[in-house]
């Protein structure tokens, strides 16, 4: 059974509309496939959307930006959700790649908006505030639908998603801490 084009945007408008609703259906089978497409659907939309605001389409190298902006977006997206996979089998939560691949690929689903706010920067410094705030609210709600995503396929409270999310940025500033620390302490040992 595939999937049909009215179910694919459905699950769009859901995500946009419902993401609480969405993420915790009990009835989607997860598809790496539709995850692909999805994530292909939002990078290219986002490019298109922005080459022809900004003029760039017509440009004979715009092709290539394209395809490699799209291939880049599915890497980034497969690469992490597969280290939020690593990060849940630490604490015995892993094994549901598929289900990963497919929620955290509708998770950037507001990138799609970026576009039009770049367009809107241009109007003046007003315009230019007014998109920039826009813009941070929409990685608020990005950072928002990865936690109920993550929530979803992990069967954990949102809380517990978020700190799922920012588990990594916490990790590196303590392993930066530990470096200096460890390289000024062999520093301070050989100085003397």
């Known amino acids: 059974m595939g999937i049909t084009t009215n179910d694919f945007f459905e699950n769009i408008y859901s995500v946009i509309f419902s993401p609480k609703a969405f993420f915790e259906r009990n009835d989607i089978v997860a598809s790496t496939r539709l995850g692909v497409i999805?994530?292909?659907f939002i990078a290219a939309v986002n490019k298109l959307a922005g080459g022809i605001f900004d003029g760039?389409?017509?440009n004979i190298f715009f092709i290539f930006s394209f395809i490699w902006t799209v291939l880049l977006t599915v890497a980034a997206w497969f690469f992490t959700a597969l280290f939020f996979e690593y990060i849940a089998k630490i604490f015995d939560k892993g094994e549901k790649l598929r289900e990963v691949l497919?929620?955290?690929?509708?998770a950037p689903i507001p990138y799609m908006f970026f576009a039009p706010l770049n367009l809107l920067k241009k109007t003046g410094e007003f315009g230019y505030i007014i998109s920039s705030v826009i813009e941070v609210l929409l990685y608020f709600w990005i950072i928002g639908l990865?936690?109920?995503?993550?929530?979803a396929v992990y069967k954990i409270s949102i809380s517990r998603a978020f700190m799922l999310i920012f588990l990594p940025f916490i990790a590196s500033c303590f392993a930066i801490y530990w470096i200096v620390c460890f390289f000024s302490k062999i520093w301070y040992i050989f100085s003397l």
């Open 146 to 151: 990865y936690a109920l995503s993550l929530s």
């Open 38 to 40: 999805t994530v292909i």
């Open 56 to 58: 760039s389409i017509l």
């Open 102 to 106: 497919f929620f955290t690929a509708f």
